[in-house]
Each structure stands twice: as structure tokens, then as C-alpha cells.
């Protein structure tokens, strides 16, 4: 079929790094087994064409079992993973959950969160670049480098904060530069979509929380739009062409100087 039609399809999956809250033998083995359970879950039946062990041992006959048929069918069909990369999350194990008696997804897991996926308030989250690096990093040792697009990355603030957006810059500075250390040790990520590029509504947090390199005034009939200093940033990133003597593209060194010299109101 992929023959005849050229088609090249893959699946969105929303992808944290995640960290043991201390190097005990089970935080370690809990970051891996929620590595599994959040990531896993789909991305190793399609590599695989199974389950990861863990959950089948966690899930016992819950389960659901691959036939012969069903595992080749899924294994390898797809092109290209996609993910949606925010943040670090840091767990700790939590193996009394498997003693409970309504065992759910949660349950299985095993583990405690130290930050919620489904809580907006950003500060909760660990976003130190180096999470992305460490995914990539990731994927290429347990899923055998498979082409990857990063289809979401950006950082979030409230929406009425100020146009001067530095943590944006910083952000997307940071994490546009684990992409190229990622790259530079063999990762096989083939695109970058930054989110986004209008604050817009969001799914978690409405109209209060934005992500946009442009300010959208709501309040105006004409939906007014401002850069704000992250635009103008990734504006002039996308405009160098300059490359290293490695063939990637470099950044800018100084992140002051540069909101010195783009953005004086
Ligand atoms: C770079 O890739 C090698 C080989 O896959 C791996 O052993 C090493 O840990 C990677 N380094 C980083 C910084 O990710
Ligand atoms: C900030 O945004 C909210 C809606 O998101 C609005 O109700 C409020 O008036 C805004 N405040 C300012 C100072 O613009
Ligand atoms: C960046 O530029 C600013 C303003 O020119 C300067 O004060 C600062 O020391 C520079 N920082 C680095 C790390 O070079």
C-alpha cells in the first residue's frame, strides 16, 4: 500500500523525559518503567510488535495479548514518530499502588509524580534543555534511531506578561541547541515545529496561558497581533544561514546582546 500511495505517516506521541527523584535502585527502576508505561506503551508495539515486559507483568491477563498476526502488522508500520516535548518530569517510585483494588493505568504505573502532566502551572515542571537532548538521545538506543519530528516544543506564559519575552528566548535558544548536540551524536530527528507561533486558545489552559511568538489582543474586535521579543529571536534564527565547521547551524552566544540590539520600547 505505502508503495502505491508515497504516503509518509506516523504517529503524534506527547513525550516527556522523565527523572528519578533520587538515584535509589527503585526511583531508577520506577523512571524507567514510567518511561515505559507513558512512551512505551504505544511506541513499542510499533518498533517491537509488543508490549513492554513490564507492563505485561504489571497487567497480567488486563492486558491485551498481540496475536502472531496482529504483532507483524504493527510492528514497523510506521514512517515517522512525532512528539510533543515540554518538559522534564521527576517520579519516584510508589509500589503500594499495586496492591490497591481498583487497578488503573495509575495503579499500574507504579510511581509517584513530583510534577503533574495535567496542572498548567509551568513551574512545576523541570525544563532544563538538556530533557530533549536525553529523549532523543533516548530513542535513538531503545527504539533503534527511528525519523522523528518534534511537532510540538515551546514555553508557556501568561498571556498578558510582558511582549520582552526572555524565558521564551531562552527556552527555545535552549532546546534548539539540545536538538543540534542530539543531532550531532546520530539522532535521526528530521524536523522542528515550534508551538506556536499565535497565542491562540489553549487546550489546558484557554485564553490565560500562551505559548505565542505573537501577542493576540482578545479584547480588540480586530485580534491585534505584536512580536514579541521570542519572534523577532526566531525570526533572526531561522534567517542565519551560518553553519559551523560541522555543517550545523550556530547559535547566537549572547542572548542579552541580542535582546539589547531587537527590542528597545
Ligand atoms: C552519543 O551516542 C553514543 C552512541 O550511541 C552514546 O553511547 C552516548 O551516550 C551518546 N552521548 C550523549 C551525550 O548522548
Ligand atoms: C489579562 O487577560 C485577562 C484574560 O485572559 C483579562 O481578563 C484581563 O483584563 C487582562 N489584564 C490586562 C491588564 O490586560
Ligand atoms: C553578554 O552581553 C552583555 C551586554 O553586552 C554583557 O554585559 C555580558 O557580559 C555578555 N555575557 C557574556 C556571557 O558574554
Known sequence: MQDQQHGFIGINLLAFWILPLTNKTEDVIAAQRAMDFLIGWYAYPLVYGDYPDVMKKNLGSRLPAFTNFESNLVKGSFDFLGLNYYAMLYIKDDS???NM???????????ELT???NDISVNKFSTAPWGLQELLEYFKQAYGNPPIYIHENGHQTPHNSSLEDEPRVNYLHGHIGALLDALRNGSNTRGYFQWSFLDLFELLGGFESSFGLYY???????LKRQPKLSAQWYSHFLKTKGAGSDGFIILEKNLTEFSHAHFSR
Open 216 to 222: 493576540v489582543d482578545v479584547d480588540d474586535p480586530d
Open 115 to 117: 510534577a503533574i502532566p
Open 101 to 111: 483494588e481498583v487497578r488503573d493505568f495509575n495503579a499500574d504505573m507504579a510511581i
Open 96 to 98: 503500594s499502588k499495586l
